[in-house]
């Protein structure tokens, strides 16, 4: 599968082994990791702690030119996917007479229109490419105030400037003042917003603009006016999304600006923006399952959100995930990521970091309510919940002795064999389709079916929370096999 991806997909930042607690943009607070087992050497490179800081800044910005996208750093240390492609949303020049509308716009738009040619003509590139770059976004600049002068409702030629004035705002230098960085954006999201009400469905438009946005808020760290710029971005991402909905990267920058917007908000509004960005993560990775960067995301604003948990002075919610479940759960994600992309140095280094809170040598331990193997039409009083496993073969159920015993390899706890048939066992090659169940035919909580070759497997998880967890670690774990990456999955997991 062709990875599309957009600028600024990132996550929050893990120092001395736990994530940065996102209470701000910009500067973040530091926690310490509690000491206790020494971390593995998953690679041989060693076993230094990195810290997510450092972690980020090994993450290069990764560039296929114009008309693709270009992955960026996001404060929060999350991967955003960003366009930069100074075509037409559908990858062509649309006709310069096709409009949604019948109004021109006001006189003052031409003054605008000069404002920005001004702005773009100061831009000067660092480097020889840079400088070269720039000529060449000048004269598409040129291009499209041309086309804007013979129709003033050509919403392409306002969206492709748009796209010219942001990418003109990434080659300016941080400390320059004339142009500023935002000045350029912020004639890009007026032009983004031209665009828009001329196209009220041009989707490619709302996504950009959403990124623009974003760029400027990080600007201001942690202020009032950041906080606004950010619930902005969230608004025109989720407007992105209604307009197309089939978008794993909006879904993956959406959750990052609210990751962004939970660091500046009062604490009391935190955790539910929080929860809405693992949403949006997750619905991200449901329509990619092997989109990584919305996985590595995930893994972080996980671990971020177990640091809240245990967070001292914090009242206990009793309903709330526990913080170790949590912090497996971002293991699960980051092992995942960094199976997909073993040569990501960031994922690498943030594995070491969560390893620990890996059950080796399984990927995922808990509890389904399971029918007796041999029955699975079995009433709901023959029902019983039970362990089950997963690792990078497949999921199997534990006998009641193997409960209580010590683990040693997959399908081998003691009193379990491999070949058990007392036992329920899917394995991953074997697994069709993984999804939720709402049947009234299955016991009380939320229903799991894993479609295989040989028929259906129904489970039972213990509420809707842990399901996903086990529809998510599922689905993982078959796309690393079906990428030829199991054997990298074997080894994270290894003794």
């Known amino acids: 599968m062709d990875e599309q991806e957009s600028k600024n997909g990132e996550a929050p930042e893990i120092t001395d082994g736990k994530p940065v607690e996102e209470a701000d943009v910009g500067t973040k607070a530091e926690s ?63 006709d310069v007479g096709s409009s949604f509308s019948q109004e021109s ?57 748009a796209l010219v004035l942001q990418e003109s705002a990434d080659i300016v230098a941080p ?45 201001r760290g942690r202020t009032l006016e950041a906080e606004e710029l950010w619930k902005q971005a969230t608004k025109n991402y989720e407007k992105a999304v209604q307009l197309n909905w089939n978008s794993p990267q909006a879904l993956n920058n959406w959750g990052l600006a609210l990751q962004e917007l939970s660091a500046i908000v009062p604490i009391r509004e935190k955790q539910n923006i929080v929860r809405m960005a693992i949403s949006k993560f997750r619905a991200s990775i449901r329509l990619q399952f092997d989109f990584h960067r919305a996985i590595y995301n995930l893994g972080t604003v996980l671990y971020g959100l177990a640091e809240d948990t245990v967070r001292p002075g914090r009242l206990v919610n009793h309903k709330e995930v526990s913080p170790k479940e949590l912090y497996s759960q971002s293991a699960i994600y980051i092992a995942a990521a960094y199976a997909l992309k073993p040569n990501y140095s960031v994922y690498r280094s943030a594995l070491k970091l ?29 029902w019983e919940r039970s362990q089950f496993v997963l690792n990078h073969e497949g999921l199997q159920q534990v006998s009641k002795y193997g409960q209580e015993s010590e683990q040693s390899s997959y399908g081998s706890f003691q009193g379990s064999g491999h070949g058990d048939k007392s036992l329920i066992k899917v394995d991953i090659p074997d697994i069709l389709c993984v999804s939720a169940c709402a049947d009234l035919t299955l016991p009380p909580g939320a229903g799991l079916c894993i479609d295989t070759v040989q028929g259906p497997v129904y489970l039972a998880a213990d509420t809707w929370d842990s399901l996903d967890g086990w529809l998510d670690a599922i689905r993982l774990v078959y796309t690393i096999y079906a990428r030829g990456r199991s054997d990298v999955l074997a080894g994270i997991i290894a003794d």
């Open 32 to 94: 310490s990791v509690p000491s206790g087992k020494s971390e593995k050497n998953i690679d041989g490179a060693g076993s230094r702690t990195f810290t997510m800081r450092e972690l980020l800044n090994e993450l290069k910005t990764e560039e296929a030119g114009a008309g693709k996208e270009v992955i960026a750093e996001s404060a929060s240390g999350g991967e955003e996917v960003r366009r930069v492609s100074t075509a037409a949303s559908d990858g062509s020049r649309r």
């Open 105 to 161: 716009f006001p006189q003052h738009s031409v003054t605008e229109n000069d404002v920005s040619m001004e702005l773009i003509h100061k831009v000067s590139g660092t480097d020889d490419e840079g400088r070269s770059r720039q000529k060449i976004l000048v004269f598409s600049a040129k291009r499209y105030a041309e086309a804007i002068e013979k129709n003033p409702n050509d919403h392409d030629a306002y969206y492709n400037w």
């Open 175 to 219: 400390e320059s003042t004339d142009p500023s960085k935002d000045s350029l954006l912020e004639e890009a999201c007026k032009k983004y917003e031209q665009a828009t009400q001329l196209c009220p469905t041009l989707h490619d438009a709302f996504y950009n603009w959403a990124i623009a946005i974003s760029d400027r808020a990080k600007i």
């Open 354 to 382: 969560v390893h620990p809170k890996i059950p080796i040598p399984f990927l995922k331990v808990g509890h389904l309510t399971a029918p007796p193997a041999r029955n699975p039409m079995a009433p709901h009083a023959d």
